[in-house]
């Protein structure tokens, strides 16, 4: 049989760009969310943060946790303020939290429906050992967050509840 260089360069090259593209083909690992190197995690976590996020401060006639971004202020405040044994149990309380929403539903916390989701933290929120319990430990850091989250944001503070500069007004003769 007879190749000639052409022919074989040519096969060389679309092997060799087979060889490179192949591990990406297969790769089945999630994409990391940028910007958080501290807290690694993937978009299906970060669903699941918005999703609790929203069930505690729901959109009603006001915009909810979802709308103030209280996933990504959580995460933020993770990677910047939490010490290194305190991402990696709110990590492993996250996994936790998951395989128990997982053995109890048989879907993810997202793909519940919104009672069940209310069912899912009703029970997290009645759980008080997060000393031990490391999926209770991330239900109340994130139930923490979120609502520090909202009561730090513009909306809550221009609209709900508004906030003023302090000493705030002077009154000069005041009943007392």
Do not use: W
């Amino acid at each position: 049989m007879n190749v000639s260089r052409r022919a074989a360069l040519k096969q060389f090259v679309i092997i060799a760009a087979g060889a490179a593209l192949l591990p990406s083909c297969l790769s089945h690992s999630k994409k990391k969310i940028a910007g958080y190197e501290k807290v690694p995690i993937d978009e299906d976590q970060l669903a699941l943060m918005s999703g609790i996020a929203q069930v505690i401060v729901p959109d009603n006639a006001t915009p909810g946790a979802k709308a103030v971004q209280a996933d990504k202020y959580a995460l933020t405040m993770l990677n910047d303020c939490y010490k290194q044994e305190d991402r990696e149990r709110f990590l492993k309380g996250m996994q936790q939290f998951t395989d128990q929403v997982q053995a109890q539903y048989k879907k993810s916390f997202t793909a519940c429906t919104p009672q069940e989701q209310t069912a899912i933290i009703t029970a997290a929120n009645n759980t008080k050992d997060a000393a031990t319990n490391d999926a209770a430990y991330f239900y109340h850091t994130m139930k923490y967050l979120t609502l520090q989250a909202y009561t730090g944001s513009q909306y809550f503070l221009t609209k709900v509840q508004v906030y003023q500069q302090i000493p705030g007004k002077y009154i000069p003769s005041q009943a007392v």
